[in-house]
T-cell receptor, first 107, second 110 residues
Framework: GENVEQHPSTLSVQEGDSAVIKCTYS??????FPWYKQELGKRPQLIID?????GEKKDQRIAVTLNKTAKHFSLHITETQPEDSAVYFC??????FGAGTRLTVKP | SAVISQKPSRDICQRGTSLTIQCQVD?????MFWYRQQPGQSLTLIAT?????????ESGFVIDKFPISRPNLTFSTLTVSNMSPEDSSIYLC???????FGPGTRLTVT
């Protein structure tokens, strides 16, 4: 099965700075890569996803990039705000999740 | 989008007993997924449930411990059998190819 590694495990940034979270996967046949945000005590929420036929996708302050050759994909959050503070998970399409990144945005 | 509900939202159970968790979706879906999230950890896929066939279990999870029913296209149950404190977790169902998650069932085993 797929092995998904996620880094860093914790990330602290100043409000307004950018945050980048990276994931690598092992199965070259994987073709769908979602990212989730999970606030404390709440369910995971899909925030953006990318399929293997594109290299980048943006949605306002959030973007995801995919490098199929290197088998890694990244979440980019620009102009971070305190409400971006949460745990972020990446996943690959056979439903395996990365270990998570706890993002803290300091006001 | 899909609206998913789970029952119960939380429970405290005694060691050795069983608990059945229900997942209801507001639309028909082919596949439903059951996940476990232990405190402070990531989500781990337990099994995939298709209507009309046996559930497919991931490595480390067995049917005797986590029997699953899928009687129709909007409903599924997960039973946690012969519970031990190590089963204390949040259990979530998911549909739409991981796009939507239920609110979760917080299980504490004493």
């Amino acid at each position: 099965g797929e092995n998904v590694e996620q880094h860093p495990s914790t990330l602290s940034v100043q409000e307004g700075d950018s945050a980048v979270i990276k994931c690598t996967y092992s199965d070259s046949a994987s073709n769908y890569f979602p990212w989730y945000k999970q606030e404390l005590g709440k369910r995971p929420q899909l925030i953006i996803d990318i399929r293997s036929n594109v290299g980048e996708k943006k949605d306002q302050r959030i973007a995801v990039t995919l490098n199929k050759t290197a088998k890694h994909f990244s979440l980019h959050i620009t102009e971070t705000q305190p409400e971006d503070s949460a745990v972020y998970f990446c996943a690959a399409n056979d439903m395996r999740f990365g270990a998570g990144t706890r993002l803290t945005v300091k006001p | 989008s899909a609206v998913i509900s789970q029952k119960p939202s939380r429970d405290i159970c005694q060691r050795g007993t069983s608990l059945t968790i229900q997942c209801q979706v507001d639309s028909q879906v082919t596949m439903m997924f059951w996940y476990r999230q232990q405190p402070g950890q990531s989500l781990t896929l337990i099994a995939t449930a298709n209507q009309g066939s046996e559930a497919t279990y991931e490595s480390g999870f067995v049917i005797d411990k986590f029997p699953i029913s899928r009687p129709n296209l909007t409903f599924s149950t997960l039973t946690v059998s012969n519970m031990s404190p190590e089963d204390s977790s949040i259990y979530l169902c998911s549909v739409g190819g991981q796009r939507y998650f239920g609110p979760g069932t917080r299980l504490t085993v004493t």
